[in-house]
């Protein structure tokens, strides 16, 4: 009876600690999107180990500027969008919303083409119709779901990231050579423009925008499910600060495994050019085996799932700010409400399935839209570490001195790295 006690008593524990994590466990799941898979891929295909630094190097400030954002919108009780809109010029606040939808819209396509190739490479059958039915399955979920039970799919679909785990695990890696290559890893960089633009592109994947817009508005919906009297904020923003960090941490984690894996397979067997998360998969299945490919193609449309709803909500909830409309996926549009915020969402994920009818070079949306990302992300890492440094915005709440320097950090690092790229 003691050991079925303490199992009980375990299984609770596991049960109310899994129930605390929410925006900040999905963010993070939704970093490692398709297009991010893509980048990773391409990162561990073109040099190797040599790049496994990179996910290690961004956590801290990667962890930092989530934080933040979340914190301001669970302080506040509005969205960053919001926050701007009251405290800075219109034609700042217009221009970061601007470039972040365009982003979004740019990704939620690359996101989208990549799940229709990857389900056309399990089952056969055509891409476009995969990319259609996969656009009107996420309109309608997001739509018409209510949102407590949306969350909590969005939860569960958190664990198909585990497949990239099981993908290093099914293959074999030099543990000794990763530990070396984490330390000191320039004797595998050669020196060039294609370092410079993966880096670029690793960063502007790994710290994008709509990534602060969606926690921060997360935040705002679960506020009104959790309690914020004065004696619950410490408690609260306790919450956040581990939500956040175990968000991260699995992102990060999982980016090491997608690099890891196609550096130990595909670097290793010669292959250098991965143009999207499909074709990594797909070059996976003659160096790696059946199941490597399976579990990898299966991600690819798992993670998809996940990311294009964080991509088309983060673009609805910043216009819903700018424009002063009331935006919130609790909104019932049967009832009349929220068709602005819903049309927004429906509006990019629609934009977004027809690029995936066009010409596009996958390598060329996938760079632009992490140039963007990279570009937009630096005012807005701005913006935000003023607001949550000020006591009017924050009230008693601003953030402490470790958060604010590694906010710091990670945003003069994005900014050094749009600067470089713009010079070379």
Not at 148 to 171: D, G
Not at 225 to 253: C, K, Q, W, Y
Request: proline share 4%; with cysteine; aromatic share 10%.
């Amino acid at each position: 009876m003691d050991m079925i006690g303490v199992a009980a008593s375990s299984a609770a524990q596991l049960k109310a600690a899994l129930r605390k994590l929410g925006p900040g466990l999905i963010t993070g799941a939704a970093d490692d999107d398709p297009s991010g898979i893509a980048t990773y891929s391409q990162a561990g295909a073109q040099f190797g180990l040599a790049m496994l630094w990179t996910v290690v190097v961004t956590l801290p400030l990667m962890v930092a500027i989530q934080v933040v954002s979340a914190r301001i919108g669970y302080v506040t009780g509005e969205g960053l969008s919001t926050n701007m809109r009251q405290h800075y010029p219109r034609w700042l606040l217009y221009g970061c919303v601007g470039l972040l939808v365009g982003a979004n819209t740019l990704n939620i396509g690359a996101d989208i083409a990549a799940m229709a190739e990857a389900l056309r490479l399990l089952v056969d059958g055509s891409a476009h119709v995969y990319a259609v039915t996969f656009g009107l399955l996420c309109v309608v979920l997001q739509v018409f779901v209510p949102y407590e039970r949306y969350v909590r799919w969005l939860k569960w679909l958190t664990l198909v990231l585990f497949a990239y785990v099981a993908v290093v695990l099914s293959v074999r890696v030099d543990w000794l050579a990763v530990a070396r290559a984490l330390v000191w890893p320039w004797p595998g960089l050669p020196a060039g423009r294609d370092v410079f633009v993966t880096l670029v592109a690793v960063l502007g994947t790994t710290i994008s925008p709509y990534l602060f817009f969606w926690q921060a508005a997360q935040e705002v919906e679960d506020r009104q499910f959790r309690p914020h009297g004065v004696g619950e904020v410490r408690r609260e923003l306790a919450r956040i600060r581990h939500d956040t960090l175990v968000g991260m941490v699995l992102s990060n984690a999982i980016a090491f495994c997608i690099m890891l894996s196609t550096a130990v397979t595909l670097f290793s067997a010669g292959v250098r050019d991965i143009q999207t998360s499909a074709q990594a998969a797909e070059a996976l299945r003659p160096v790696a085996g059946e199941f490597t490919f399976l579990l990898f193609g299966l991600g690819i449309i798992g993670t998809g799932m996940l990311a294009v709803p964080v991509l088309a909500g983060s673009a609805a909830y910043a216009v819903a700010g700018a424009m002063g409309w009331h935006g919130s996926l609790a909104l019932n549009l049967r009832r009349g409400e929220g068709r602005g915020f819903y049309g927004v969402i429906a509006a990019a994920t629609v934009v977004g399935v027809i690029l995936c009818f066009t010409p596009t070079d996958p390598v060329r949306e996938l760079f632009w839209s992490a140039v963007i990302n990279g570009v937009v992300a630096v005012p807005i890492m701005a913006l935000l570490m003023r607001m949550a440094c000020n006591p009017r915005v924050m009230g008693e709440h601003v953030i402490g001195r470790r958060v604010r320097w590694l906010g710091w950090l990670a945003t003069a690092v994005m900014g050094v790295t749009v600067l470089g790229m713009f010079v070379s």
